[in-house]
């Protein structure tokens, strides 16, 4: 049974930063590439990031590029998101998937077929 299990989310003020992690079993981790998905209340799930099953290739949504930077330890089993400088607007359940190939495609929810539960993170003063 694949099981992700993310961890890190909390409450942060503003401009303030946190590491998120996603710990992976029950698949053979760099066989995928993974990816970040957020949710607000009363919004779409969106793609946050993505990162290919080597590291060596990642994407960005254009609202958190220059301060989100995604990572892998493929020996480790884990994903971590790195986010600086927080904004009110990023605050949401976060989201580790695992994709259906080895390279990140256009964050397209339809190409992850595993998901975690998610963390929270709320970015308030």
């Known amino acids: 049974e694949v099981q992700l299990v993310e961890s890190g989310g909390d409450l942060v003020q503003p401009g303030g930063s946190l590491r998120l992690s996603c710990t992976a079993s029950?698949?053979?981790?760099?066989?995928?590439?993974m990816g970040w998905f957020r949710q607000a209340p009363g919004k779409e799930r969106e793609g946050v990031s993505c990162?290919?099953?080597?590291?060596?290739?990642?994407y960005y949504a254009d609202s958190v590029k220059g301060r989100f930077t995604i990572s892998r330890d493929n020996a480790k089993n884990t994903l971590y998101l790195r986010m600086n400088s927080l904004k009110p607007e990023d605050t949401a359940m976060y989201y580790c998937a695992a994709a259906n190939s080895v390279f990140c495609g256009e964050l397209d929810r339809s190409d992850f077929p595993y998901w975690g539960q998610g963390d929270q993170v709320t970015v308030s003063s």
């Open positions: 990162i290919s099953w080597s590291g060596s290739s990642t």
């Open positions: 029950g698949l053979t981790f760099d066989d995928y590439a």
